[in-house]
């Protein structure tokens, strides 16, 4: 095992990712950071480590992995066609938070990556340790976020820890990871329109500006299509219930001060039901809550630190026995798409608006 507990040091983080590299080329499962989340890692092309890495997660088998790679003439080898757009956003987000789904190539990759699939979700992540790994191992890197299947994703190596200790050969840590939720998801249409599977990292804003065309979020994604949706979502991975706290979730929307006075009352009558009360808020109003579990998302005017926050204030809610949770929303621009995807499904779609 080469966990180190702490952050890394240089000189030990260049042996840990020897040592991984190595794991990676003889079929083992090794956790590693990205600029996202932390990722569970297996060599795309062997079976045995790809399925090892579903057992880890407890993950179900019809969900496909992202495969990583660090460079881009590593495409190639992995998928049959590129479209001109997908070419512009990849030149446009890569290395970062951007999840290209392409025509796969037949028999190079395990098809257990794809989940019998004829697609396959690439991305080059933004991140020098993972890209050294890659690099090291010369494998192309399929890795699922290093979570148990419905836990939040891992911000922190502790984290991974918590959900996989003793399920994994090892885990590379580099302390916490920076943009804290999941790469955005996409797939070019023929007409050259993007459709956005996974809202993440690279906001719909971005993707319009570079794509020079239309980018639309997934229709089974919208706030309105709930839970009760027939709808079938087009990234697998969407239709399961993740992220969700041991406790309950609700997210509250509406004008602020009346937010603020239903979030009150409401963790007031849980509080004298004998609930463990928990809140997630902006900055701007956290001084107004009074809860066993008060966690700050940070100023409403800068999305990037909710999204930094996110996972690690539900984990705390768990840690901290917490049985009642109420959210507050943000505005689903930038950032704020993904932030409300996934706290929509942590909260199992649950958003109460008020006024
Ligand atoms: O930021 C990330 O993307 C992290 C880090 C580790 O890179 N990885 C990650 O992987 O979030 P995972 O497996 O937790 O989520 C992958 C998502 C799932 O929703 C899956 O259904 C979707 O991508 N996906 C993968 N391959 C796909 C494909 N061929 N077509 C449609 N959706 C796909
Ligand atoms: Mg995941």
Not at 290 to 300: M, R, T
């Amino acid at each position: 095992h080469i966990d180190s507990g702490t952050v890394s040091e240089p000189a030990k983080l260049q042996v840990q990712l020897r040592e991984a590299a190595a794991i990676l080329r003889e079929g083992g499962v090794v956790a590693f950071p990205t600029e996202t989340v932390y990722g569970l890692g297996a060599d795309a092309r062997l079976t045995a480590a790809v399925e090892a890495v579903f057992a880890a997660k407890g993950r179900p088998s019809d969900n496909p992995l992202i495969v990583h790679i660090s460079r881009n003439d590593q495409l190639e080898g992995l998928v049959e066609q590129v479209s001109p757009t997908a070419r512009k956003l990849m030149k446009a987000f890569w290395p970062g938070p951007l999840t290209v789904v392409l025509p796969v190539k037949p028999d190079v990759l395990s098809p257990r990556v794809t989940a019998g699939l004829d697609t396959v979700g690439i991305r080059m992540p933004d991140h020098p340790v993972a890209l050294a790994l890659i690099e090291e191992s010369e494998c192309p890197v399929a890795a699922p976020s290093a979570n148990r299947s419905g836990r939040p994703s891992p911000t922190l190596a502790s984290h991974v820890l918590e959900d996989l200790g003793g399920a994994i050969d090892g885990i590379v840590d580099a302390g916490a990871t920076g943009v804290g939720v999941e790469s955005t998801v996409i797939q070019v249409l023929e007409d050259g329109s993007v459709t956005v599977l996974r809202p993440g990292g690279v906001t719909l804003e971005q993707l319009a500006l570079a794509a020079g065309a239309p980018v639309r979020l997934d229709p089974a994604l919208l706030p309105e299509s709930g839970t009760a949706s027939d709808l079938a979502p087009r990234a697998p991975g969407m239709k399961y219930t993740h992220y969700a706290p041991k406790g309950s979730l609700s997210i509250i929307t509406g004008a602020a001060s009346e937010v603020s006075d239903y979030i009150n009352k409401n963790l007031h009558e849980a509080a004298q039901r004998g609930e463990r009360t928990g809140v997630l808020a902006f900055e701007e109003h956290i001084g107004m809550y009074d809860a066993d579990c008060v966690e700050s998302l940070g100023s409403l005017s800068d999305l990037g630190t909710a999204a930094h926050r996110l996972y690690a204030a539900l984990r705390r809610m768990d840690e901290q026995n917490i049985s009642f949770i109420l959210s507050e929303a943000c505005p689903e621009e930038g950032l704020g798409a993904a932030i409300m995807n996934r706290l929509r499904k942590a909260a199992g779609q649950t958003v109460i608006r008020i006024g």
